[in-house]
């Protein structure tokens, strides 16, 4: 660190800060310079339009979301409405919405995802798939260097046999061709490609299997993409080399498959003798081909993209476009603020309503009509308690009564006996022989003559 000549102190680095407003411009040119023009797939939502015509949505998947601008000029050229869960492709420059800070995307075309969502299947497909090892490398097994028989899987009516014929005839003629017919589009292909595919396996009357079908679009070539199909490539106990549509075009089956072929003709070429090196070198050549053609390609675009970043950025429509969104922003705080006061004021004018019925005489009365009412009501009560309790004491004394009465002796089987003058009898003593006696039972009494006694 440099020392200060006059007083021996070394000398702090002036700071260079930045405000708000300085920062988040500079955020906005390094994302517009670094991103460039993206393409981005996702479900819309959100979606707003104010009176300034301009489109404000999000974009969501399901563990993130991207806000999202489009302004009318731009917006004027879709030709569809767009409506929230709407899945669709958007094509424009990440940038930053300086006022708040926020990170967002002005788009500059908007188009509904029709192959995305079998896209989005295949990779799921393709993905779980991997996971359980069907593409895994060390499963693929060599194709036979001189086959003797090979079986081709494919319709008997399309151009892909007869292509796959062509070659085999001129590359290789000893080898007998076993064709299995079956259906390569539509619903019924599924089903139809994995029972020739068991029959082939099953009878084990071929070297190796070729897989194929000539070029259509994604939706004609479905078939292959289907899980049925590959567990059964999976399990087939032959080799099995797919030659599914163009070059370009890339199926489920292929992965699975023991070895992947650009076209049909380039499957039956796989599979006849001494083509392996000439392949392998053409391949060589076309990759290194193509790589130098895409690096000059790339190398080209990027200048092209830095000029047209450099121009789009010096554009007055920039500055236009932030200072129409930042307009459209606070239009929406205002409405916003302004209903939040009217929700209040209806709010006071709800209080101060129920504090005026509660002070009305009407609401007096009713209190007291309702007081009358419960004292009644506690009233009957209390009159019921203690009538209850009074029975319960006349039932106590009813039962200590009769516990002490004679009467109750006298139900246990004892008697009370009297002379015929009604004197009562309680020594045997007291009686002679020929006395006439009374004794009074539980129920009724007897009349009886003493004939004898003991003491």
Avoid at 98 to 121: C, F, N, S, T, W
Avoid at 276 to 301: D, I, N, Y
Wanted: aromatic content about 4%.
């Amino acid at each position: 660190m440099p020392l200060n000549p006059e007083v021996g102190a070394p000398e702090v680095p002036a700071r260079d800060v930045y405000s708000v407003s300085r920062l988040n411009r500079e955020v906005r040119v390094l994302l517009e310079r670094g991103l460039g023009v993206v393409w981005i797939e996702g479900e819309l939502s959100n979606f707003s339009q104010p009176a300034s015509g301009h489109w404000y949505f999000s974009l969501k998947d399901r563990d993130a979301q991207l806000r999202c601008a489009m302004f009318r000029m731009k917006n004027a050229l879709v030709g569809f409405t767009p409506r929230p869960g709407a899945q669709v492709l958007v094509r424009g420059r990440v940038s930053v919405y300086e006022a708040r800070g926020e990170y967002q995307l002005i788009a500059d075309h908007l188009e509904e995802a029709g192959v995305g969502a079998l896209k989005r299947q295949f990779e799921l497909l393709k993905t779980r798939l991997a996971a359980e090892g069907l593409f895994a490398l060390e499963r693929k097994r060599a194709l036979p260097r001189f086959p003797r028989r090979i079986g081709v899987i494919t319709s008997p009516s399309g151009a892909a046999l007869h292509d796959i014929l062509h070659v085999l005839a001129r590359r290789y003629p000893p080898a007998a061709v076993l064709i299995y017919p079956t259906l390569v589009q539509g619903a019924d292909a599924a089903p139809a490609l994995v029972a020739a595919l068991k029959t082939a396996s099953l009878r084990a009357e071929c070297d190796v299997l070729i897989l194929a079908r000539g070029g259509g679009s994604l939706e004609d070539l479905w078939a292959f993409n289907d899980e049925r199909v590959a567990r059964a490539i999976y399990a087939s106990a032959l080799p099995v080399v797919a030659g599914v549509g163009h070059e370009v075009d890339v199926t489920i089956a292929d992965f699975v498959a023991d070895v992947r072929a650009p076209t049909p003709s380039g499957a039956a070429e796989l599979v006849a003798p001494d083509g392996a090196a000439w392949l392998e070198a053409v391949t060589r050549t076309q990759q290194r081909l193509h790589g130098a053609v895409s690096r000059e390609l790339r190398s080209s675009a990027a200048r092209f993209s830095t000029a047209s970043r450099r121009l789009q950025l010096a554009h007055p429509s920039v500055r236009l476009h932030q200072h129409m969104q930042r307009l459209d922003d606070l239009t929406q705080r205002l409405t916003g603020s302004a209903r939040a006061h009217l929700q209040r004021d209806r709010l006071r004018l709800a209080e101060a309503r129920g504090r005026l019925l509660r002070r009305s005489p009407q609401h007096r009365v009713q209190e007291l009509l309702a007081r009358q009412h419960n004292a009644g009501a506690r009233l009957d009560q209390a009159l019921k308690t203690q009538l209850a309790r009074a029975s319960h004491r006349l039932a106590l004394a009813q039962r200590g009564l009769h516990a002490v009465s004679p009467l109750a002796t006298l139900a246990r089987g004892f008697a009370i006996v009297t002379r015929a003058d009604g004197t009562l009898v309680t020594d045997a003593a007291a009686l002679g022989v020929d006395d006439e006696i009374q004794a009074r039972l539980a129920r009724g009494s007897v009349a009886a003559r003493v004939t004898g006694r003991k003491a």
